[in-house]
């Protein structure tokens, strides 16, 4: 369906027209379209295993093109399109284990039962998220209050039963849009603690310069993704999991082969590889909007030594990457330490939560994630996640 009201209004389009969509000829236009209408036109768990219940739409708002999911309910559901899987699943219980306390874990269990069973009764998980690539963390495209405002009256009017949720929103690379969401009534409700690194000023650090040793010294040289073969795109795949599912949460987005391979053909994905013997044992993969870069692919083989270095020289070659092409990078959350002694910020990212339009029983659970996010922000920030 495509829903146009006066001139110059958003536009709405799902897989059934998005070949109707002329997508803008910039930078970020060009993107949009080699990644959206495959993961569209497609089943998205093509690309992405744990993606249920979830239609992707594309809304045209002025020159800019900006991806909404539009979700139920389900319990396998990747955080990226559930908050119940952000909030609930991953947050609130799989985060836990690893403060190593069987007594706060057990405390934090029996809160958490009925906070889970209130949050599916009153439909949590009934949401639209915008600027959502399914993806870890969405960088936003250069977009102004007025395309915000737009878009945001477009969605409520569109989708009056869901609460209506902007991803990945933090006051360090988009204030404005920050400043405009809460100007318009949105709640800024935790997400999680990200981090921004200045490459230039990172690779002076001593520890970058003693990272460029250690990769010299193990022997690793650094592979366009152009080249990897079918074959070794298994094996990033294998490596991407090894890390951010088996060591971390198997709700982030479990990638297949066919993302990898959209990655590499249509370079929805710029991917750098370590090799060492002709064996592939590290993987990255970022996308470039608006002036920052940032990695949601990102993988190594766990079982070898620690000495191989392997996290630390993926992100050595991604902060010279950043260098080359003159951008910030946006170094995700996780690994505080790791990236704080490398010259990183850290910054809060929220969750910009509209349901005014919503009844009570509704609204109640995201008030509840708001007053605990309150509470929990100065400890995040102190705490270096």
């Known amino acids: 369906m495509t829903s146009e009201n006066p001139i110059g209004s958003p536009l709405l389009f799902t897989k059934e027209n998005i070949h109707n969509l002329p997508f803008p000829q910039t ?41 909404i999911t539009v979700t139920d309910f389900h319990p396998g559901n990747t955080y990226t399109v559930s908050p119940y899987s952000h909030y609930v699943s991953y947050g609130g219980l799989e985060e836990v284990k690893h403060l190593g306390n069987p007594l706060v874990e057990a405390v934090v269990k029996a809160i958490m039962k009925p ?17 959502n690539y399914l993806l870890s963390t969405n960088l936003y495209p250069s977009v102004n209050s007025d395309q915000l405002s737009a878009l945001s ?8 039963d869901r609460a209506i949720v902007f991803r990945s929103v933090d006051q360090k690379k988009n204030p404005h849009v920050y400043q405009t969401l809460k100007k318009l009534g949105y709640d800024l409700v935790l997400s999680r603690q990200v981090w921004y690194m200045d490459p230039v000023a990172a690779l002076k650090t001593r520890q970058c ?4 040793r250690v990769l010299k010294k193990n022997g690793y040289e650094v592979v366009n993704g152009r080249d990897l073969s079918d074959e070794e795109l298994h094996r990033a795949v294998r490596l991407y999991e090894l890390l951010y599912l088996q060591k971390y949460s198997y709700y982030n987005p479990q990638f297949t082969f066919d993302f990898l391979k959209l990655a590499r053909d249509a370079e929805t994905l710029h991917m750098y590889g370590l090799k060492k013997d002709s064996q592939l044992n590290a993987i990255m993969g970022f996308f470039v909007r608006n002036g920052a870069m940032t990695q949601p692919l ?7 030594p620690l000495e191989e270095g392997l996290y630390r020289l993926l992100t050595l070659v991604t902060l010279q990457e950043g260098v080359k092409r003159g951008l910030l ?57």
């Open 27 to 67: 930078e970020d236009g060009d993107y949009a379209r080699r990644y959206l209408i495959p993961l569209m036109t497609e089943d998205p768990r093509r690309y992405i295993r744990n993606v249920f219940n979830t239609q992707l739409m594309a809304v045209k708002v002025g020159k800019t093109v900006i991806p």
């Open 115 to 131: 906070v889970a069973c209130h949050f599916r009764q009153s439909e949590l998980d009934n949401v639209v998220f915008v600027n």
């Open 153 to 160: 009256e477009a969605l409520i009017e569109w989708f009056p």
């Open 209 to 212: 310069k003693e990272d460029l």
């Open 298 to 304: 990102f993988g190594y083989d766990t079982s070898l």
């Open 329 to 385: 990078v946006h170094a995700s959350g996780g690994v505080g330490k790791f990236k704080k002694v490398r010259g990183g910020e850290s910054v809060t990212e929220y969750n910009a939560v509209f349901t005014k339009h919503l009844p009570l029983r509704r609204r109640l659970p995201w008030k509840l994630i708001g007053l605990v996010s309150k509470a929990a922000i100065p400890y995040f920030s102190k705490m270096d996640f």
